[in-house]
């Protein structure tokens, strides 16, 4: 969806967010961004900032997190859902959107089984396994 320049996808962010935050008219693409991003408060400051935040590592030390990671797991989620590809994930979806009763905190939780599959698919050096990543989502749906 974004490419693998990371000072380019982090742009899509930057320019998504000043877009809306200006109210020019959006592609559907920046439309989902600017959603995501507008549900993120605690990234809008980052994504004013431009320059720095297009140049800055995020490194896993005390705990900081890759806002530009999240968010684009949370654009990948949906996406997903939209196309319900693996198939089977819509409906695993709705169903935890429904036990949850809260699309933000549901997409959180799914996005701990899809980071999951692409840490270990990359680590393998392979294509991520659909059917593991399915089968963590429905243990979370399941409650288990």
Known sequence: MFGSDRIQMRRIFVDAWRKFCNHEPLEPLERLVAEVVQQHPE??????????????DFGSEGGQSNPFLHMGLHISLREQVGTSRPQ???DLYQRLVGRLGDVHAAEHQLMECLGLSLWEAQRAGRMPDEQAYLACVRRLVEGA
């Open 43 to 56: 990234y809008h400051s980052l994504l004013i900032a431009d320059a720095a935040a297009l140049q800055r």
């Open 88 to 90: 089977g994930i819509r």
